[in-house]
C-alpha cells in the first residue's frame, strides 16, 4: 500500500525508527535504525506487512534494499523479521554472491538461518537477484562514547544474534578508536559474519 515516507526521524531505538509525517508517528522497523540521524528529513522506503493480529511497517533507505528484503520474503520459511536481518548486513554484494554461489556455509551465518533454510534461499533466488555495482553509504550518527556501543550491541539483539554471541564480540570491538553507532553495528556484523 505504502511505497515510501518522506518525513523526520524523531526517534531511533535498537530495533525501529519513528518518522514524523506532517504531525503523524509512524514506527518503522528497518535493520539498521542507528544509520539513520535523528530530527532529519529522509525518505524511508516502506514495506507494510499485514496479518490477522498486526500491521506493521518495514523501512529501508534505498529501493533496491526493498526489492531484495521482498525477494528474500518470497523464499519459504522467510518472515519479515528474518529478512531485515538478512539486510542488516550492509554487504549485499556478499549476500546476493552466496545465493548465485549455492554458498550454505555463508547463508547459514545469518540469525535463526540453518542448512535447510540456507539451501531454500538458494533454490528459490538463485539467478533471480543481480549485483548493484553502485555502493550504497551510511548516514553516520554522531556520538563516540561508550553508550554508542551498548546501543550498537542491543540493535544486534534486536536483529535475533543471541546475547552470548554479542557478548563475544564486545572486547573486540572496543579496541581501536571509539566508533558511532552505525560504525559499531557493521563492524559486529562483520565480526559475526566470519564467525
Given amino acids: 500500500m505504502y ?6 526521524v524523531v526517534d531511533i531505538t535498537p530495533s525501529y525508527i519513528v518518522v514524523d509525517l506532517n504531525g503523524v508517528g509512524f514506527l518503522v522497523n528497518v535493520a539498521n535504525p542507528y544509520s539513520f540521524k535523528i530530527n532529519e528529513s529522509q525518505k524511508v522506503f516502506v514495506y507494510q506487512a499485514v496479518s490477522e493480529t498486526d500491521l506493521t511497517l518495514y523501512g529501508f533507505k534505498k529501493k533496491e534494499d526493498k526489492e ?9 520459511g522467510i518472515g519479515p ?12 554484494t556478499g549476500l546476493i554472491n552466496a545465493i548465485n554461489n549455492n554458498d550454505v556455509n555463508y547463508l547459514k551465518k545469518f540469525p535463526k538461518i540453518g542448512p535447510k533454510a540456507a539451501q531454500q534461499i538458494i533454490l528459490d533466488l538463485k539467478g533471480k537477484v543481480a549485483t548493484n555495482d553502485e555502493e550504497g553509504t551510511l548516514f553516520q550518527v554522531s556520538g563516540t562514547s561508550n553508550s554508542a556501543l551498548d546501543e550498537a550491541l542491543e540493535a544486534l539483539i534486536a536483529l535475533g544474534y543471541s546475547e552470548r554471541e554479542v557478548k563475544k564480540l564486545t572486547k573486540a570491538l572496543e579496541q581501536g578508536a571509539s566508533k558511532t553507532t552505525d560504525q559499531y553495528i557493521s563492524a559486529g556484523l562483520k565480526l559475526l559474519m566470519k564467525g
Wanted: net charge neutral.
Fill in 3 to 8: 511505497e515510501y515516507l518522506n518525513g523526520t
Fill in 68 to 76: 531484495l528484503f521482498l525477494n528474500l520474503l518470497k523464499v519459504k
Fill in 81 to 92: 523479521k528474518s529478512g531485515l536481518a538478512i539486510l542488516a548486513n550492509d554487504d549485499h
